[in-house]
């Protein structure tokens, strides 16, 4: 299985940006599909973005797209959350996540924290105003 542990949270005002990153326990060679969760107090955990690893291909939650990128450093074993112009609404823990999806259409449709079984601690994103 994969052990994953995030780092890169903080506090900022509104407008500004942050990285998070996600490393993973070890190295590997296989294909995953890799995704950012965040959750609110009081609030359902949902789906920031995904990328999966075979091409890299890329899938966005609607309240994010254009402000947040993510990337990968596969060698490094390492994903990333490139947060920027950052909102109120933003502030969350945010988690990354891991599964071993059958191909790229299916990680990138994969909305629900039930569908990955691999989780991070989670690190803390506070957004004032």
């Known amino acids: 299985q994969v052990q994953l542990v995030e780092s890169g949270g903080g506090s900022v005002q509104a407008g500004g940006s942050l990285r998070l990153s996600c490393q993973a326990s070890?190295?590997?060679?296989?294909?995953?599909?890799l995704g950012w969760f965040r959750q609110a107090p009081g609030k359902e955990r949902e789906r920031v973005a995904t990328?999966?690893?075979?091409?890299?291909?890329?899938a966005y939650a609607d309240s994010v797209k254009g402000r947040f990128t993510i990337s990968q450093d596969s060698a490094q074993n390492m994903l990333y959350l490139q947060m920027k112009n950052l909102k109120r609404d933003d502030t969350a823990m945010y988690y990354c996540?891991?599964?071993?999806?059958?191909?790229?259409?299916?990680?990138?449709?994969?909305?629900?924290?039930?569908?990955?079984?691999?989780w991070g601690q989670g690190t803390q994103v506070n957004v004032s105003s």
């Open positions: 990328l999966y690893t075979g091409d890299g291909s890329t």
């Open positions: 996540a891991a599964t071993l999806p059958v191909s790229s259409r299916f990680c990138l449709q994969l909305l629900r924290a039930g569908s990955f079984p691999y």
């Open positions: 070890r190295y590997t060679y296989s294909t995953y599909c």
